[in-house]
């Protein structure tokens, strides 16, 4: 759901009510290995901020969170990740750029806290909460930015209209229950097929030069010409 106002906040904020509770459903299902991935990488995650115990100025005991290297090292990836943007350029660092700043945030959040461990455990868990919806939307916003600028994943499709049949070549974004979003590279424009209005999907077949490495597709580098150089003639 958060994913979707990212995404949507690019694509256009009114076509997210195309979406149904069955698409929200069927997402939901598409992304469980994801969303189960995430909370692995939470708990993973735990260590680099241990709830350990202290001692107050007046000489009572309590617990604080701490901050250890494998948060500094997340924290120092994000930042790089928002330079090499900066440096390279690319479509967008948003990803980057709200990991970096939710990092920040909890950093400067929790580091003062102090309290009994139950109540810190509390805080921590929040804390992780709140950063993987950062991650949510600020992946919405960059898959967002990223299908206004493919030409890859090009479908014929067969239109009806008052004289018959025409067929146009569409980059496919998203399928919905009531229909296709579909991006019109000439046209520089992203529309709404609704299925009745469809007589014929079928897809042409990219050239395999346009495969990227993981460098393009997780930091927008090297990514070089190569999905520029695909060929969709049918």
């Not at 097929?193 to 050239?207: F, G, T």
């Not at 490495?213 to 997780?218: F, K, P, S, T, V």
Request: proline share 3%; glycine share 8%; hydrophobic share 45%.
């Amino acid at each position: 759901m958060i994913h979707e106002y990212g995404y949507f906040g690019i694509i256009g904020s009114h076509l997210q009510t195309i979406a149904t509770t069955y698409d929200y459903l069927a997402n939901a299902f598409i992304w469980l290995p994801t969303a189960m991935g995430a909370v692995f990488t939470l708990q993973a995650l735990e260590p680099a901020m241990p709830i350990e115990k202290t001692r107050t100025d007046a000489g009572t005991t309590t617990y604080q969170i701490r901050h250890q290297g494998l948060f500094y090292f997340v924290w120092i990836l994000a930042g790089i990740g928002v330079l090499m943007y900066l440096l390279l350029g690319g479509i967008t660092a948003a990803l980057s750029v709200i990991s970096l700043f939710g990092l920040t945030a909890i950093y400067f959040v929790t580091r003062k806290l102090k309290g009994d461990r139950e109540k810190l455990t509390a805080y921590r868990l929040t804390a992780f909460g709140i950063y993987l919806a950062l991650l949510a939307y600020g992946y919405g916003v960059r898959t967002g930015y990223q299908d206004l600028a493919k030409a890859e994943d090009v479908y014929a499709i067969e239109q009806k209209d008052s004289q018959g049949q025409v067929t146009r070549q569409l980059v496919l974004l998203r399928i919905f229950d009531k229909g296709l979003l579909v991006r019109d590279l000439p046209a520089q424009r992203v529309e709404f097929l609704r299925w009745d209005s469809i007589a014929r999907l079928s897809r042409l077949l990219p050239n395999p030069r346009a495969a990227k490495g993981y460098l393009c597709i997780w930091f927008e580098v090297a990514c070089g010409r190569r999905g520029a150089d695909t060929n969709f003639e049918p």
